[in-house]
């Protein structure tokens, strides 16, 4: 077993440890550009206060920043662009898909606010469709960091690949650590954080903690759980999802997004197709437009936090 801090024992923040990333990564590389339909500053101030000129702010129109980042990305620049993923997959998702996915262009974007984190402002601002929009994109690599050290591990990991790349964070603040120590980070490779004899949680995202913590309660229960990371949705790692189903025949799989076409679709469809029997059980958002409330009331009230996941396991 991987040695993991507990639920909320240390809290990470991914934006400002983005921000000191981009900021060693333009002086290395002068052609690096950071592009924000508005909300750059909320992002990433220090860079943007201390590189001004690498820095493009298109206004509130997500459209324009992935064809500003497009156009660039095919001039030879290398442009990331950060902004909420409910705009960036919503309105600007034939942006992502033709400017950048057909072309393949060196573009790398950053989704923010994701999932329920904008539980105070409503559904129009909830990221719950972008996992299944965007895993539908050819040649995008789309990957849902599970704490602040990963987003910068999947940051520098992103750098290294010449084609589009999407990074889901949560909120970027005050969310919790997973990893005590240092790791191996690869695209298309899930950590596999526990190993289990009764069944296995694979989880994605800020999902991953709350996971950890379920198997947790559930081994001083006596049953044998086993946590996966599946930061990478796509390429998604099916020997490490095959092994999970080949074991114990019985997978939960959670998401902070619907649980239609996310990890939870990616999951049913890499065991249907490799004839293992196993049982699948997705928790996440169900099909229905959530209302109002904290992060915290929406996943008990909706149905996909620790006690749903022991649950889940446990019936299955």
């Known amino acids: 077993m991987i040695e993991t801090y507990g639920l909320f024992e240390k809290m990470g923040n991914a934006r400002p440890d983005l921000d000191n990333r981009m900021q060693e990564f333009a002086v290395a590389n002068p052609e690096f550009r950071l592009i924000s339909a508005d909300v750059g500053r909320a992002g990433m101030p220090a860079f943007i206060k201390k590189y001004p000129k690498q820095y493009y702010n298109t ?22 662009i950060y902004g909420m993923s409910v705009f960036n997959t919503l309105r600007a998702g034939e942006g992502i898909r033709t400017n950048m996915c057909y072309q393949k262009a060196n573009v ?35 990957c849902a960091p599970c704490d602040a050290t990963q ?26 650590e997973v990893y005590k120590n240092d790791y191996k980070f690869e695209f298309g490779k899930g950590i596999e954080i526990a190993e289990g004899k ?20 559930l081994k001083a229960e006596g049953v044998d759980c086993g946590v ?71 996943m008990e009230h909706l149905g996909f936090g620790v006690e749903a996941m022991k649950a889940a396991i446990k019936a299955l």
């Open 59 to 80: 206004g509130i129109a997500e459209m324009s920043a992935m064809d500003l980042a497009a156009g660039m990305a095919l001039e030879g620049y290398k442009p990331w």
């Open 108 to 142: 790398k974007i950053i989704g923010c606010n994701t999932g329920l984190c904008q539980g105070p402002c409503g559904f129009t601002h909830y990221a719950l469709e972008d996992l299944a929009i965007l895993r539908t994109f050819p040649n995008l690599v789309l």
């Open 151 to 176: 987003a910068v591990k999947a940051f520098d990991a992103a750098n290294e690949i010449d084609g589009p790349v999407y990074l889901r964070l949560g909120n970027g603040r005050n969310e919790s």
């Open 198 to 217: 009764d069944g296995y949680i694979i989880a994605c995202g800020m999902m991953v903690p709350y996971a950890v913590e379920a198997a947790k309660q």
């Open 228 to 298: 996966i990371d599946m930061h990478t949705l796509k390429p998604l790692d099916k020997e490490l999802v095959y092994k999970a189903a080949e074991t114990t025949g019985k997978i939960v799989t959670c998401e902070d997004a619907f649980i239609i076409g996310g990890l939870g679709g990616a999951v049913c469809e890499c065991v249907a197709e490799s004839g293992i029997p196993c049982k699948v059980k997705r928790l996440g958002v169900p099909d229905m437009i959530p209302g109002f409330g904290s992060f915290k009331e929406q």
